[in-house]
């Protein structure tokens, strides 16, 4: 590839962005020019072709100013310099950490859009997607504006964000059009009441034999009494363990940051 400008459009989050792996673009195919276009149209229109086939669309009523991309691709290039070689050094809860901990708003958008680790696979992009220092607008547009115009994937990992409150989540919760693994998987989230899931576990429990509520006995609030309602459903009830809903097992690989790492933030603490 020459020089000038780029544009790919990372496979991972399905959003093109600029690419500055000129030479050695992990996105380029064996002749390094596939899947690269001279303008930013140019990707955006083929990302749509491309996502149509997969049921993954880039969001195409999305008007982005080509200054301001620039703008935010200089600024996580500079952020890239800085951190990139520290980071590399360091083993994957080290790396982990310092993306979930991060307040640099370039950092998170820079993982995410693939310009900082390459946006491989979603090792980093899935914690950074669960920082509270994400791009607002990045947010809004994904879970509200345009929601069926993003990768899925992107979107249940941005429902662990936790910059969204209690009152948003129940809002993906009890949203009966939305996707139920995302409405599942929302129990997740730290953020969410303790107070609103102990309603429905001591007043409502039988809603526990459906999504999204039955993810409560996979989450932080699972208590003795889900503990008592799962061994009498799972293995003396009607429910077994063959027919547990795929969303909901879908729904439990999705693990919030704190739990993928307890043991290491564990023996941290210990250390201290």
């Known amino acids: 590839m020459s020089n000038k400008i780029m544009y790919h459009i990372n496979p991972v989050i399905g959003v093109p962005t600029i690419c500055r792996e000129v030479n050695n673009c992990p996105y380029g195919g064996e002749s390094g020019n596939e899947n690269h276009f001279n303008t930013y149209s140019e990707a955006q229109e083929y990302s749509k072709e491309v996502f149509k086939k997969t049921h993954r669309q880039f969001p195409s ?15 996580r290039k500079r952020v890239k310099e800085d951190i990139i070689n520290k980071l590399l050094k360091k083993d994957n809860f080290e790396i982990a950490k310092a993306i979930m901990h991060t307040d640099n708003e370039d950092v998170v958008m820079g993982v995410i859009e693939g310009e900082i680790y390459g946006g491989r696979d979603w090792t980093y992009i899935s914690v950074a997607l669960q920082n509270p220092y994400i791009s607002k607008k990045f947010l809004n547009e994904a879970l509200y504006k345009y929601p069926e115009e993003f990768d899925i994937t992107t979107r249940r990992w941005l429902v662990l964000n936790r910059s969204l409150s209690h009152k948003d989540l129940v809002s993906i919760i009890e949203n009966e059009d939305e996707d139920m693994t995302m409405r599942a998987v929302a129990f997740r989230n730290p953020n969410i009441s303790k107070a609103y899931v102990s309603d429905i576990i001591y007043n409502e429990i039988d809603k526990l034999d459906r999504l999204p509520y039955s993810m409560i006995v996979h ?10 309602w ?35 933030i564990k023996n941290e603490k210990k250390l201290r």
Do not use: C, Q
Not at 219 to 228: D, F, I, L, Q
């Open 230 to 264: 799962k061994d009498d459903n799972f293995f003396f009830g009607t429910r077994g363990l063959t027919d547990i809903p795929a969303a909901e097992l879908m729904a439990i690989d999705f693990v919030p940051y704190e739990l993928k790492y307890r043991y290491e």
């Open 61 to 75: 009523n999305i008007e982005e100013d080509t200054n301001e991309i620039l703008r935010k691709i200089e600024a």
């Open 219 to 228: 989450s932080h609030n699972r208590n003795e009494k889900t503990e008592e």
